[in-house]
């Protein structure tokens, strides 16, 4: 029997976000990553025959779990800088007027690279893992598997 549950990704998920913290796009690749970390998860231990409904239904929840926590925070963070950018309060205003101007996006920009940082990566797929100024939280492990890709 097919799948017959409806599985959302990216925008199409219950928490939109606005376009102002770029992270839209960003969440529908991390619901791929995500996706097609439970589906190898599931075919990997059935390699002469198919997975059970049941298997099947538990990988999806496990994805579903998985990504509500960090679907969240790029929701409230999505939030946060359009009500930053719309001058929502009264300090919000002398914040975008005043302050930031002042000392500059670095902290915004920070926060949100810092978010973007905590995504979900392949776990079935070994690269060359290259760092910049804001480190990787999840760290490439050895997989043993000779097919980096450069």
Avoid: C
Avoid at 39 to 61: E, F
Avoid at 116 to 140: A, C, F, M, N
Wanted: aromatic share 8%; net charge neutral; hydrophobic share 40%.
């Amino acid at each position: 029997m097919p799948w017959t549950m409806p599985l959302y990704l990216g925008e199409t998920n219950s928490l939109q976000v606005t376009p102002n913290a770029a992270m839209g796009g960003t969440s529908a690749i991390e619901d791929s990553i995500a996706l097609a970390n439970a589906i190898h998860g599931v075919a990997k231990t059935h390699l002469d025959g198919k997975p059970s409904r049941k298997q099947i239904t538990t990988a999806m929840q496990q994805y579903e779990d998985e990504r509500k926590p960090r679907l969240k925070k790029i929701h409230d963070e999505s939030a946060f800088v359009t009500r930053l950018q719309s001058y929502d309060t009264w300090f919000l205003y002398l914040l975008m007027r005043w302050i930031l101007p002042w000392v500059g996006l670095a902290p915004i920009v920070h926060s949100v690279s810092k978010l973007g940082s905590q995504g979900p990566r392949l776990e079935y797929v070994d690269v060359k893992e290259e760092r910049g100024t804001i480190p990787w939280l999840h760290p490439q492990p050895e997989l043993g598997m000779k097919t980096a890709v450069a």
